[in-house]
């Protein structure tokens, strides 16, 4: 693949305005058999679950930190290219990421074993994640060049990036230890479809006065970017087969990896519950279809300066002389080399305070003539709380706090209101809705329910929605 086409298809996924992977509606959720996933220790009672194949799992996120569609696209009466200016390329900061995931289940389940204290679960999706910082100092010198910024020092590191699309197969343990303590863990294995990153970037470009010429340029460089799995998608693409390379290499026909969940659920009193989790510690070892690209090294030119030998020598080229000269000075190279990537890992925690009359667990319950396993504290209608939500990303850590109010009515409906301050909002309500039709469990949830006023002014939406099949002891 020649390196053009290569940096589109990175800038245009890097550029998709996607949110984070905050699911802080879905956390403790406990109803919904998902909420697993965001912490395999959460208490559960079911006697067994099973996800409808394609639609027990949906969510996506959409969204920006630094800029809407409305602020450039409103019918307002200014001048785009203004808007564009301001609001973009001068209005956001090298800070505003453009970041997100999404997900699709394809197979998730759980059951309880003969210990009854034991529940187990497993399943397959596919996730996309990516992030793309704003790339502010490109773009001021795409836009505006470089002619009136005399000793302007445009800095190289604002390119930070990096996605992937990978197809995951997990199987989980989840144990109560006691009354008060259950413990879960999960292990992933990583099939990745493919993977960019460019996250290291350093030096700069600056123009100044020259010494033989008007101008001098420089630039000082130590810049990477590493793909794997692009090139066959993108030969794959031009013969016509682009969906059976990617379902191959979905299918650990790619590079492989592996990763782990961990989460807890504590009860510091019969209604004060502590929760957390820590989510995909892991890594994927990418060693098939690599393709490296790295410019490393500074050289200072002075453009174009016609000699008299020149000048006799009508056919010299003098542009392709200029590029000769940059290029052994900054040495661009392409490479195969195997690499590791990390995956964004996320951490979840909750404090949680139950109220109200109680509500009849449907599992749980003593069979025989003995209590079969840990009995749970008892499951109140009110719940109310606050949540922490991290997740690890080039530039740093980014956070959320959310605040939540959960309503049960009986076993048959629940609701859960969350307010969340991030960067990306501070005016984020959600709502999720749990319904459970005898066996056949409904859920659904909207995040930033103000932006539907105008969508196209909002930083993000977001849904979630599946269908499963649960039974109880």
Known sequence: MRIPHLLFIVLLWACIPVK??????????TEIPQAGM??????????????IPGVSGIMVQAGSSGISVNDIFANDGLDINDKVRERAVYGMKPTDELSGTFQVEFLNFGFRGRDPDLFYSGGMYLEGDAIGYWFQDYAILAIEGNADR???????????????LMNVLHFGINKKINRDLILGGRAKIYSSVFDFNSTKNRGYFVTTEGERNIFATTLNADAELRTSGLESLYDAREEGNIASTAVKRALFGGNLGLG???GFTYYLNEQTVLTGSLLDLGLIYHTNDVNNYTLKGSATVEGVVITPEGTINPDTDFWEDLVDDVESLVPYEENSQSYVAFRPTKLHASLRYNFGETVARRGNCKCG???????????YAN??????YMINRPRGPQAALTAFYLRRIGNIMAVKGTYT???????????GLNLQ???????AMADNLLSYRNLADSRYASFQLGLNIIAWE
């Open 20 to 29: 984070a992977q905050n699911k802080q509606l879905l956390y403790d959720f």
């Open 38 to 51: 965001v912490n395999p220790g959460m208490e559960t009672d079911f006697h067994w679950y099973a996800g």
């Open 150 to 164: 005399l000793n302007q020092r445009f800095d190289v590191g604002h390119l930070k990036t990096r996605g992937e």
């Open 260 to 262: 782990v969940d961990l």
């Open 369 to 379: 003539t003995k209590p079969r396993g840990v009995r749970l504290p008892p499951k």
């Open 383 to 388: 719940s109310v709380g606050g949540q922490l």
């Open 421 to 431: 301050v991030d960067k990306f909002s501070y005016t984020n309500l959600g709502l």
């Open 437 to 443: 039709l005898g066996p056949a469990n409904l859920y």
